[in-house]
Each structure stands twice: as C-alpha cells, then as structure tokens.
C-alpha cells in the first residue's frame, strides 16, 4: 500500500458500526491495486450520532465517495443533495458519489444480492421468497426482488423501528410493481413457517448471526426449513451463521453474504471510479466460490 500512496490518491470511505469485521477495504484497496488505480480505501466507525459530521468532513475534504453500512443506511438521506431514483424508492443509501461537492447517494444492495443468486443458479423470478427484515439491506432486496420480477414477497419483521419502513416497503411493491407483497409479524411463528413452507427462497437480511447476535437465527429451529428450500444471508461474517450451519444440515442450497457484498461493491466501485472490478480477481482474493 505504500508505494502506492501519492500526492494525488483520492480517499474512498466506509462508515459504519461495527466495521472493523468489514472486508470491504481488502476488496476495493485490493481492485484498486490491480488496475492501478490511485485510489484507497479505509473504514471508519460511525454511528448515527456522528453521522452529520462524519458527511460534512469527507465532503470538505474532498472525498471522491463512500460506503453506507448499518446503522446509518436508512438516515444518511437527509445529509446528501441528491437521492438516485432507488435509493428514493428504498429509503436507504449504501453508496454516496462526490461530484464536485454535490453527493448522491445510491443503493447497490438489492442488485448485489440479486447478481449472487444468479452467480449460484438461483432462479427466484416467478417465484416466491419469504425474507426477514426491513432495514437498509432488506429494503433494497425487497424492492430490487420485485422490480426484477420476483412473483410474491412475504416479509416478516418484529413491531419495532422498522415496522413502519416494512409497511411503506409492501405499500410500494404493491403499487410500482408487479409483486404481490405481504407483511407479517415475526413472533407470528406460525405465519413464518406457513409461508417458508411454499417459498422457493428464504432470506434472512438482518444482523442476526453476527455480532453481537452471533449464534442466533431468526427462526426457532430446524423443522421451518426442508432440504430443497433455498436459505440465504445476508451476514458474511462469519461466512457461516448459526441460520446456514442449521440449514446446510437439513440439506438446504445455501448461500452467505459474500457474493452480495462483492457485487454490491462492484456497482459502487463502477460509480467511483468509472471503470470495471475484477471480479473474477476479486473472487480469488476474497475466496468466494463459484
């Protein structure tokens, strides 16, 4: 990294708390390298209370742009000058571009995720997914699912802070698109299992499963799941959590957060720099397999 250092590198960001488990910089710094890029990449630990500083300081310092991870996806909105189109639609950023002093900011999530099911053999179009969640991830999955042409989407999300995000969430999809949409309340047990029961895929898009929820899942037990039941998270670290480890015993295709956090970060790499990440490169690096 050092020599590669200059008068002219350009800083790229992460802010986010807990963001020290984050392999994001090892995959940007690590593209970056590969292309020759004068770029780098550092993650820094920012909740919201520091939010609106932490955005005022990188746009004065000139900052070319930046990851949005969790807790500030949903709430960075209202510190930026301009919101894509789908990251309007979601209510969450991941990704804010510097345009000389104008940030923008975008949401790469949902097409990350979607990309790696289809990086799988994963065909979830015309069919049913039941996820969990309504924060920043889960939001971008859920409106990327529907706009790609996913059939029905159950979601299930405890009455608390995003309750009223995952009403607006099914209130869009069932409005702008052609996904039937439907909420449910994540202690209804018996809601959850009826409709994992006739799903194709299973998401869990919440932080249960890392830290400091490592060794929990978001459902009771095995007996939800059966063996042809596709189940992913959105958790990467660890690369196996309690939810998969459950599920790879009963049989289930499984498949971790990687890929989603690979192709999501391609996307914003592409926003930032105007040119290509080495994916296959990428994969090697961050050993995701195929």
Not at 2 to 10: L, M, Q, V, Y
Not at 74 to 81: A, C, M, N, R, S
Not at 184 to 207: C, H, M, P, Q
Request: charged share 25%; with cysteine.
């Amino acid at each position: 990294m050092a020599e590669r250092i200059t008068g002219h590198t350009e800083l790229i960001g992460l802010i986010a708390t807990p963001i020290r488990h984050s392999k994001s910089p090892t995959m940007h710094n690590e593209a970056f390298a590969k292309l020759g890029l004068d770029y780098a990449y550092l993650a820094f630990e920012v909740g919201t209370e520091q939010l609106e500083d932490a955005v005022k300081g990188f746009k004065a310092l000139g900052v070319r742009g930046y990851n949005v991870s969790m807790p500030n996806k949903t709430v960075i909105g209202k510190y930026l000058d301009k919101l894509s189109p789908a990251a309007e639609l979601c209510g969450a950023v991941n990704t804010v571009v510097n345009d000389n002093g104008v940030l923008t900011g975008n949401i790469t999530d949902g097409i990350g995720y979607m990309r790696s099911l289809k990086d799988k053999g994963f065909d979830v179009i015309g069919k049913k997914m039941t996820i969990v969640g309504a924060g920043g991830a889960a939001t971008a999955i859920e409106i990327q699912a529907a706009l790609d042409g996913v059939k029905e989407i159950s979601i299930f999300n405890r009455k608390d802070e995003f309750w009223d995000r995952a009403v607006q969430n099914v209130k869009n999809i069932n409005e702008k698109t052609n996904c039937k949409a439907t909420l449910f309340d994540l202690d209804d047990k018996e809601a959850l299992r009826r409709e994992i029961a006739d799903s194709y895929l299973f998401v869990n898009a919440t932080g249960v499963g890392m830290k400091p929820l490592e060794g929990q899942m978001v459902i009771p037990d095995a007996s939800y799941l059966r063996p042809d039941l596709i189940v992913t998270d959105v958790v990467y670290m660890p690369t196996k959590t309690k939810l998969l480890e459950v599920a790879e015993e009963v049989g289930c295709p499984c498949m971790n957060g990687l890929g989603m956090m690979l192709y999501q970060g391609a996307a914003a790499f592409k926003m930032w720099t105007g040119e290509d990440m080495p994916i296959a490169y990428m994969k090697e690096i961050l050993h995701i397999e195929d």
